[in-house]
Nanobody
Framework: QVQLVESGGGSVQPGGSLRLSCAVSGYTLNNNWMGWFRQTPGKEREGVAEFFSGGDKLYYHDSVKGRFTISLDNAKNTVYLQMNSLKPEDTAMYYC???????????????WGQGTQVTVSS
């Protein structure tokens, strides 16, 4: 009954922006780890941004620092990923995830959405 539904993906040119949304139901976003991950065919899934909603822990992948911002709207039970200055190498399927620990998320555990495709090309 736990559901995470991503939306907001699409096709943009380099330098463009997108905001991904992850609507969560059946799961509390308080005092839990939340994250955005991405994956391309033939490559392992990599973390984009992760944070602990009950503290000050926040991590961004080096490749997206200064360009992407993860945020949480508790009232709407929604997690966002604002992506600016997009590059072709950002092209991937983006997934939202929630779990009890950072280790759980990076290991692929917890709860995951179906993903939303982001394509950056000129």
């Amino acid at each position: 009954q736990v559901q995470l539904v991503e939306s907001g993906g699409g096709s943009v040119q380099p330098g463009g922006s997108l905001r991904l949304s992850c609507a969560v139901s059946g799961y509390t976003l308080n005092n839990n780890w939340m994250g955005w991950f991405r994956q391309t065919p033939g490559k392992e899934r990599e973390g984009v941004a992760e944070f602990f909603s009950g503290g000050d822990k926040l991590y961004y992948h080096d490749s997206v620092k200064g360009r992407f911002t993860i945020s949480l709207d508790n009232a709407k039970n929604t997690v966002y990923l604002q992506m600016n200055s997009l590059k072709p190498e950002d092209t991937a399927m983006y997934y939202c995830a929630a779990g009890a620990s950072f280790v759980t998320l990076i290991a692929g555990g917890g709860y995951w959405g179906q993903g939303t495709q982001v394509t950056v090309s000129s």
